[in-house]
């Protein structure tokens, strides 16, 4: 990996659907097996300009979210790279049984993308809120689940997993996020980003939680706590080396996640810490609990998902260090 980030953080300018989709067709331009899969949410996934260069490649399967992942795991048979797009609630949780038996126990070649993650769903609502996708896909075995932080980062994943062989769950955000890394960032598959380095207290972060967990640490440094900043993109499988050596230099830890706090990130990284490294760990993320309609803002409150929450929850760990 080589990360450069910016040196001031700014919403992008391009949507996070806008770059998929231009990516995809890059792609698809050098790969004639590459399909294109939607459930007639093509405006809202951002797909048009792919059915438009590849109107023999692109299949909208209406809404059939689960009729849709069986068609990508036989599109999959018989040697294509299938992308199949919706809402992150229907690409998880409507379709998990055809996930786990067409696709993953099948051993084929799938990705599935589900849009608008956690609060972002906004005025969707709670029944469109995707606070537990991560936790179904993640306990069918061998699933991959990425959560791309922004454009930059998007832009160097695809190409990987267009190329590596797997069933993939990328949670994407389909507005425009906070920009945190340059230009010509690289990234691992499977391995967490370190954006700062601390002594203190570790946050590990992903999505739409990394621009709050720099900013957390900032209003840490204020109070002398020295903070270790962590982007764990990859949720499966997770960075377990990271996440230890983290740890064991910080001895205390907080998961921020954009999700349920039950099977997400921070169960993630407990599962892993638990078996050789038990440290004090805060989970920042949505408390077992519905979502709700209102703005992102609101609801980013509502939930406790801010930096100041971030770094109360630090402040906890450290103080239980002993």
């Keep these: 990996m080589s990360i450069k980030m910016k040196a001031v953080l700014e919403t992008e300018k391009n949507m996070m659907r806008d770059t998929y989709c231009r990516v995809l067709v890059e792609l698809a331009k050098r790969d004639e097996n590459i399909v294109a899969m939607d459930a007639d949410l093509m405006s809202s996934s951002g797909m048009k300009p792919f059915m438009q260069a590849f109107p023999d490649r692109f299949i909208n399967c209406g809404i059939?979210?689960?009729?849709?992942?069986?068609?990508?795991?036989?599109?999959?048979?018989?040697?294509?790279?299938?992308?199949?797009?919706?809402?992150?609630?229907?690409?998880?949780?409507?379709?998990?049984?055809?996930?786990?038996m067409s696709a993953a126990y099948a051993?084929?070649?799938?990705?599935?993308?589900?849009?608008?993650?956690?609060?972002?769903?906004?005025?969707?609502?709670?029944?469109?809120?995707?606070?537990?996708?991560m936790a179904v896909l993640r306990a069918i075995p061998e699933m991959i689940l990425i959560e791309p932080t922004d454009s930059v980062m998007l832009e160097n994943l695809l190409p990987q997993i267009a190329k590596q062989y797997g069933v993939y769950y990328i949670r994407l955000n389909r507005k425009n996020a906070v920009g945190v890394y340059e230009a010509g960032s690289t990234f691992q598959i499977g391995k967490g980003a370190l954006l700062r380095d601390g002594a203190d207290v570790t946050l590990f972060a992903s999505g739409i939680m990394v621009a709050e967990a720099l900013e957390a640490a900032k209003l840490l440094e204020e109070q002398d706590v020295s903070t270790r900043v962590?982007?764990?993109?990859?949720?499966?499988?997770?960075?377990?080396?990271?996440?230890?050596?983290?740890?064991?230099?910080?001895?205390?830890?907080?998961?921020?996640?954009?999700?349920?706090?039950?099977?997400?990130?921070?169960?993630?990284?407990?599962?892993?810490?638990?078996?050789?490294?038990?440290?004090?760990?805060?989970?920042?993320?949505?408390?077992d609990e519905f979502g709700e309609v209102g703005p992102e803002d609101y609801l980013r409150g509502r939930f406790c998902l801010n930096a100041v929450d971030i770094a109360a929850a630090a402040l906890r760990a450290v103080k239980r260090k002993g």
Excluded at 107 to 133: F, Q, S, W
Excluded at 238 to 257: H, Q, R, Y
């Design 230 to 287: 962590v982007n764990l993109f990859t949720w499966k499988p997770v960075d377990t080396e990271l996440i230890m050596e983290s740890a064991k230099k910080t001895g205390a830890v907080i998961t921020c996640e954009n999700h349920n706090v039950v099977g997400g990130l921070g169960s993630a990284v407990a599962e892993t810490l638990v078996k050789a490294c038990p440290v004090p760990v805060e989970m920042i993320g949505v408390q």
């Design 64 to 100: 059939a979210e689960a009729n849709m992942v069986g068609v990508a795991a036989g599109l999959s048979a018989m040697g294509f790279v299938p992308f199949a797009h919706t809402f992150g609630t229907f690409a998880t949780r409507r379709v998990c049984d055809q996930v786990f």
């Design 107 to 133: 051993k084929l070649n799938v990705r599935i993308v589900g849009t608008d993650p956690g609060v972002c769903a906004a005025y969707n609502g709670g029944t469109h809120m995707p606070l537990e996708d």
